[in-house]
């Protein structure tokens, strides 16, 4: 009986000791999280690497001035809503706990070879250098510095932000400006040329004349409406960096043309030329962007902004002559 309760005596104390270890323990690690791994200031920021597992190498973006440009693999104005992204979100991470530091579990928190690398500069002085990982629980993603072992948790650091194409990183923009500053549309499709002219004092209707015909018709608003807001705000849904020549010779005579004048005289120019036999696809260069930039398209975008003459024009309102039809007449005057 006696020699039971010591067997239990020594569990019990081997097991306090074991709670106070494990605590202790706990409180070390917390003790020692790094305060500067994720620490940058977003104003100076000047460079940013990323390199995901599948990259051959690391995506650049670089500061020039007050403007952000995607430098590797291609050179091209930047997305400033994707790099916007990664600079307010690192200003605001915080390192919350030490998760691992077993080599074995890397893997399994996706900071080995299969996490994303990122690198952070102010002028040529590298503030971050961490491997991104899957996230966790709470909103939480895993890290971990390259020539360490430790693995952390931390806050507003979403690994999908960093999960990006080439062309993600890259200003998508075609055409940008504000509805009311549009003062008139070219549209040139195969022999047909139609002039879109917003009319003096009414903003929201448009006179059209066509190629060859001196008269001057109404264009449908609703139709207008929706060649205005396939202009507004162009996106490309992606880019052709390296056309054939053969395709690149077609834009000596495109198959569609549309030439944009805002109020304060802006212009641009966009050529369209079909990138597949089908007319699934379509090139679109724009002028002033020069011969190596050529930006991807769909047919539904196309259908959109070309529509045929009929289709966009408005039938004039029936004539009234004076007065009322004799029929009418007729009609009012058998009334009581």
Known sequence: MKRNIALIGVFMILLVAFLIMTKTKKKSERSHI???LIEADSARISRIEVKRSSDTEPIVLEKRGAEWYLTKPIEYPANLTNVEMILGKISSTKVMAQIS????????????????S??????????????????????????????AQEVYSVDNLPSYMLNRRVKDWRDMTITKFEKEELQSLKLVQGDEEIALTRRPGDPDAWDLIRSGDDQVYY?????????????????????????DSAAVAKFSEPDSTVTVALMDNTQWTLHFEREDAKGNRYLVKREDKGDGVYFMTNKGVIKNLFPLFNDLKEEPPPEQGPGLPDSLKIEMDMQP
Request: no cysteine; glycine share 8%; charged share 30%.
């Open 118 to 147: 990122l690198k952070i500069y102010e002028e040529d002085d590298l503030k971050v250098d961490i491997i991104v990982g899957k996230a966790g629980r709470g909103g939480l993603t895993y890290i971990r510095p390259p020539s």
């Open 34 to 36: 790094p305060t500067n």
């Open 219 to 243: 264009a449908k608003k609703a139709r207008m409406d929706q060649i205005v807001n396939g202009l507004w705000k162009f996106n490309a849904q992606d880019f052709k960096d390296a056309p």
């Open 101 to 116: 530091s077993n080599p074995e579990k890397q893997s399994q928190f996706r900071v080995d070879s299969t996490g994303v």
